[in-house]
Structure formats: structure tokens, C-alpha cells
């Protein structure tokens, strides 16, 4: 059969760019070898899909070149998503720091695409893996497990590595090498991190101990929740940081950010233990860990001030170094992928294959955590589907 687009993958890019190339009068098909589309969406934000964030900016993406995602950014914002979301009348909410959820499920969103597909002519086949893809004089053909497929132009939405128990490979990658594109090393991001044996033996022991604080690497850092593993250290913070972090470099982690713990350990003298006073601002279980690791014992009024003021520098910069990740198996994203120089910003066509067009998660450009990632696929979805 042949078609004007051939979309690879039915994710959020993908099914974005199959709306708009089909409200433009393209026969589209998206095939994907999943048995539903948009699970991705159904699992984020706990089911609720974090859609979107208030904040978005370029500087909130990382890439080669950041400032590639600012053409499709620009012309297709959080503003005009959230009007979709409103227009099918799916309730939403902010939850902090700009960070957007559905009122009820997340396969709202996904239904809400699909009937925008439906309407706009899109032929969606699931449970159908693509295969090899050639150039041909008129655009590509494509193997699929429904038989050969031409199409005037193909859009690689096949996401990263990321969450591979759903079905994710790096298809997408080998596409672009098969036609020569360059590729940014990839690694998981948005992920748990992983620490040594002799860290973890206490660490382990603070397992479900969650708390607001700082983590930061080089000089970026992130003011949200830490939180304890068996295996490490997990919550938002720590993702965050995990899409900056490299291996052997160590983090900081300030235990109670924008306090002067030093002056309100003095302040505490009496007869109290250290853990004691920690705990009236940190969970039990960790302040109990650092009066440990603290070698210290007695009462606050029989510190020294030097001992007091070390103890304040450890909570200020607790200095952590992390072994790894968890690894693509929790990571929620795939940091590198196809290198930007090689796509076009406005279109996200390949420079030197027309027809060839790449968006969403398989391109160099990775979101920071709440709705950024979301907002670059429907972006880089909506950009390629006004240009096929």
C-alpha cells in the first residue's frame, strides 16, 4: 500500500504528528509493535500523565545544542496543549512547580488522541513491527509484519531505550545510522542511582526515609524530595540530577537548604542528644545516622562548638558518590540519541535525506522531570506534522 506519511511508533510524538499531517489532508498510518498506543502516557505521573509544565524553557533541556528545541517549542507551547486538554474537556490541575496532571486517568489523553487520529483519517495498526526501510525515487518503503509499505515521507517517533518491559529498543537509532545520521552517545536519565556495598549498608537501613532537600552536581541542583532505597538514592532530586550526573563525580546533598544549621545547633545546647535536635528538623531514622556517622555522643551543652560546626558543614554538603544508575529498566528517559545537527529545528527533517524525519524521545533532547518531555513530543510531533 502506499501512504503520504508512514509514522513509526504511537507514542505521544508520534500520534501528535499523525493529528496534524492528517488535518492537513496526508493519508497517514502509524504502526507501531505494541498492542496499545500511548503506554507511556497511561503509566506517567502515577496513571495521572504530568502532560505539561507552566515553566517550560529552553534551558531545561539538554542537548548538544539547546537551542535546537526553541523553534518547536515556540511554535507549539504548553499553552496550545493545555487548550487541547480543555477543548476535550479533560479536568487538570497544578500540582507544584508548574507541573501539570490530569484530574482523573491518564488515558484520557490517550483517547483524546486517538479520536483526534480518527477524525483527521489516521490509520492506526498495532501489534506491527516495522522492519528494514529503504529509499526509494518516490520516498521509502518499509517492511512491516503487514506486508510492504511506501510512503512519500517517514517519521521516526520510536522513542529511547527507556522502560524496555513496555517494549522499548534502539530501532529508532539504527534507522538514523542506517542513513548515515551521527548519533549522541545515550545513557538512561531521569533514574534511581546506585551506590557501593559500604554505602549502602547504611543506606539500607534508612530505606522509605523521604525528605525536601538540595542535590546537587557541578552547578546545577535541584530543590526537591530525596528519598532512600535498598539501592541507593531515588525521588525527584535525584532523578533530576542523574540527566547532569557522570560517573566518579560526587554529589552534594544539602540536608536542610536555606537554614543556618550551625547557629541553630549552638542556639540547641542543653541537655539533649544530637539526634535529638536533628530530629525536630529531619526524619528519626536519619538524624539517628548522623549523630552516628558523627562519632559523637553526650549531650548538645557538652559539644564543643568545633564539633557542632563540622556536623553543620556535613548537613550543608553531604558529599555522596554514587556507582551507577538503576539503568534503563527505571529509567523514565533516554538522555543523547539522534544528533540535532543533523535534523532541521523547524521541520525535524534530516538534513541530508528528505522525507526522513525524526521527534519525540529518539532525538537529542532531553526534558527535566515534570512534563517537559511530554511537551517536547507534542512540540517535535506537531512541528513534523505541519512539514510532511
Not at 241 to 246: E, L, N, V
Not at 264 to 286: D, F, I, S
Request: with cysteine; hydrophobic share 45%; aromatic share 8%.
Amino acid at each position: 500500500m502506499t501512504w503520504d506519511v508512514l509514522i513509526l511508533g504511537a507514542g505521544a510524538a508520534g500520534m501528535m504528528a499523525a493529528v496534524e499531517a492528517g488535518r492537513r489532508g496526508r493519508k497517514v498510518l502509524v504502526i507501531d509493535h505494541a498492542k496499545a498506543p500511548g503506554e507511556k502516557i497511561r503509566i506517567s505521573g502515577g496513571g495521572r500523565c504530568n502532560f505539561t509544565n507552566l515553566n517550560i524553557e529552553p534551558d531545561r533541556f539538554l542537548s548538544r545544542n539547546p537551542r535546537f528545541a526553541l523553534s518547536a517549542l515556540k511554535r507549539f507551547t504548553q499553552w496550545d496543549f493545555i487548550a487541547r486538554m480543555d477543548a476535550a474537556g479533560i479536568a487538570w490541575h497544578e500540582k507544584t512547580l508548574g507541573q501539570l496532571f490530569c484530574d482523573g486517568s491518564a488515558t484520557q489523553v490517550v483517547e483524546m488522541l486517538l479520536r483526534d487520529m480518527q477524525a483527521a483519517g489516521v490509520t492506526l495498526w498495532l501489534g506491527c513491527a516495522p522492519g528494514e526501510i529503504r529509499q526509494t525515487a518516490a520516498g521509502f518503503e518499509v517492511d512491516t509484519a503487514r506486508g510492504l509499505q511506501r510512503a512519500r515521507a517517514v517519521v521516526v517517533a520510536t522513542g529511547g531505550k527507556s522502560i524496555p518491559k513496555m517494549g522499548a529498543t534502539g530501532y529508532g537509532y539504527q534507522i538514523a545510522e542506517r542513513f548515515g545520521l551521527p548519533l549522541v552517545e545515550t545513557r538512561p536519565a531521569l533514574v534511581p542511582l546506585t551506590f557501593a556495598d559500604h554505602e549502602l549498608a547504611w543506606m539500607r537501613e534508612l530505606a522509605g526515609v523521604s525528605l525536601a532537600a538540595r542535590v546537587s552536581c557541578g552547578r546545577q541542583g535541584f530543590d526537591e524530595a530525596v528519598l532512600f532505597t535498598h539501592r541507593g538514592l531515588s525521588g525527584p532530586a535525584v532523578l533530576q540530577i542523574s540527566s547532569y550526573w557522570r560517573e566518579g563525580e560526587a554529589l552534594s546533598v544539602n540536608l536542610l537548604p536555606g537554614r543556618d544549621v550551625a547557629a541553630e545547633l549552638r542556639a540547641a545546647r542543653g541537655k539533649a542528644a544530637l539526634r535529638t535536635v536533628l530530629g525536630r528538623w529531619l526524619p528519626e531514622r536519619l538524624a539517628r545516622h548522623l549523630e552516628d556517622a558523627a562519632g559523637v555522643s553526650g549531650t548538645m551543652a557538652e559539644l564543643p562548638g568545633a564539633v557542632l560546626d563540622r556536623v553543620a558543614a556535613g548537613i550543608a554538603d553531604w558529599r555522596l558518590v554514587p556507582v551507577g544508575s538503576e539503568g534503563y529498566r527505571t529509567a523514565e528517559v533516554t538522555l543523547g540519541g539522534v544528533d540535532t545537527a543533523a535534523l532541521d529545528g523547524r521541520t525535524m527533517e534530516a538534513k541530508g535525506v528528505p522525507g526522513l524525519y525524526f521527534i519525540g524521545e529518539v532525538v537529542d533532547v532531553t526534558g527535566w522531570l515534570g512534563g517537559y518531555n511530554f511537551q517536547w513530543a507534542w512540540s517535535s510531533g506537531w512541528a513534523a506534522g505541519q512539514a510532511v
